[in-house]
């Protein structure tokens, strides 16, 4: 715990405190729309913003917030109103996206070392103003998540009965696109664009094995988020791994733990009732 007393570090843990709960909260409404993908997609597109600001000496990340928003914007315009699948959709943002990052960073003088800095995370390198960014953006997507719960639940669905109901669906879904760019932008530096969707996903898919309810899963959700982000970064200073495959690595042990133990639990349901012994039918006769 002594390298929690330096500042780095300190901000390392903050900052993934913050996108452990925000990525959750956004995560769940991806899952019910069954878009889990979408942040990997996502977090391509925002690839070939850091290769763009690297390319024209520009912050990467303000690049990358500017070029994933637009693309997840027109990804959700094309879904939603051409004939384009999700699934097509998705795959246009995997393949144009990481096909124009390669490129781009190819071109620029960028190091092997500042790329992977994104595309795998670089807590300990965030600095006091990457801190405030990452503090305002996933606080304000936290805060919008709960206080729209309802209508983008609804939206999430059912977009058919929300649109009957007199709810925005374009512009919630947009809102959702908008969110999901920003979320994979400002998690660069924590997990990278590669990682981020496993952070947006997998405490979901815990939370859904234990609980029933939206809202429960959510807060489940977003505590298992906490609890991979914060014992991640302890477990990355401590055994000196990487912060980013560490805190997904431990949400994917939640997830893992907590499946085997339902398996478990409810195999010894079964054996606990006995099994109903059968009995001959009322008009049943017995022939000697």
């Known amino acids: 715990m002594e390298l929690f007393q330096y500042p780095y570090m300190q901000r390392a843990l903050i900052g993934a405190l913050v996108i452990g709960l925000a990525a959750p909260a956004l995560g769940i409404y991806l899952v019910q729309r069954r878009l889990a993908l979408i942040g990997d997609g996502v977090g391509h597109v925002a690839l070939t913003g850091v290769g763009a600001g690297l390319l024209l000496n520009r912050s990467p990340v303000l690049v990358a917030v500017i070029v994933a928003t637009l693309g997840a914007i027109t990804i959700e315009l094309v879904r939603a109103r051409g004939r384009t699948s999700g699934d ?3 795959a246009l943002l995997f393949y144009g996206g990481i096909a124009g990052g390669v490129m781009l960073v190819g071109l620029s003088d960028a190091t092997s070392a500042n790329l992977n800095a994104y595309l795998f995370g670089s807590l300990t390198t965030i600095s006091p103003q990457d801190l405030i960014t990452i503090g305002v953006l996933g606080v304000t997507i936290l805060v919008t998540m709960l206080a729209l719960r309802p209508a983008l639940f609804a939206v999430c669905h059912d977009e058919e009965y929300a649109r009957v109901s007199g709810l925005p669906v374009q512009t919630l879904n947009l809102l959702l696109a908008v969110a999901t760019a920003i979320t994979v932008t400002i998690a660069m ?3 990278g664009v590669l990682l981020i969707s496993a952070l947006m996903v997998v ?5 859904q094995q234990v ?6 899963t959510m807060t489940a959700a977003m505590a298992l988020g906490l ?3 914060g014992a991640g970064v302890w477990v990355a200073a401590t055994a000196d791994t990487a912060p980013g495959a560490s805190v997904v690595l431990l949400a994917i042990a939640s997830f893992l733990v907590v499946a085997v133990a339902g398996a478990a639990w ?7 009732v006995p099994a109903a012994e059968p009995h001959p039918e009322p008009h049943e006769v017995v022939l000697r």
């Open 266 to 272: 409810r195999v010894l349901r079964r054996r606990a």
């Open 88 to 90: 097509l959709a998705l």
């Open 211 to 216: 609980t029933r309810g939206f809202r429960s």
């Open 203 to 207: 405490p979901v898919a815990t939370a």
């Open 189 to 191: 530096r924590a997990v």
């Open 227 to 229: 609890f991979a982000a």
